[in-house]
């Protein structure tokens, strides 16, 4: 699994990777994914539906990430609103 930033002008930055099906990495991506959201980050899963058509899910925590996932994208929220 793939930890990845979206940065203005840069596109995809790798921030983490490893494997969930081994513990010590898994803990290390369990520590890396809070990391990002407690710095005021958003993270989606991107997912393929039945029809084949592409989307995000949005997810606020590690175990709302399918086990399968390739990657994961962390986002800045958007200024402005409340």
Do not use: H, N, T, Y
């Not at 793939?2 to 990495?25: N, S």
């Not at 592409?54 to 925590?61: F, G, Q």
């Amino acid at each position: 699994m793939r930890f990845l930033r979206m940065k203005p002008g840069q596109g995809e930055v790798l921030i983490a990777e490893g494997d969930v099906e081994r513990a010590d990495e898994e803990q290390c991506l369990v520590e890396e994914f809070r990391r990002q959201l407690d710095s005021g980050l958003w993270a989606a899963v991107p997912v393929i539906d039945v029809g084949g058509r592409r989307e995000s899910r949005m997810v606020r925590s590690f175990e709302d990430v399918p086990r399968d996932a390739d990657r994961v994208i962390f986002f800045p929220r958007a200024a402005g609103g409340r």
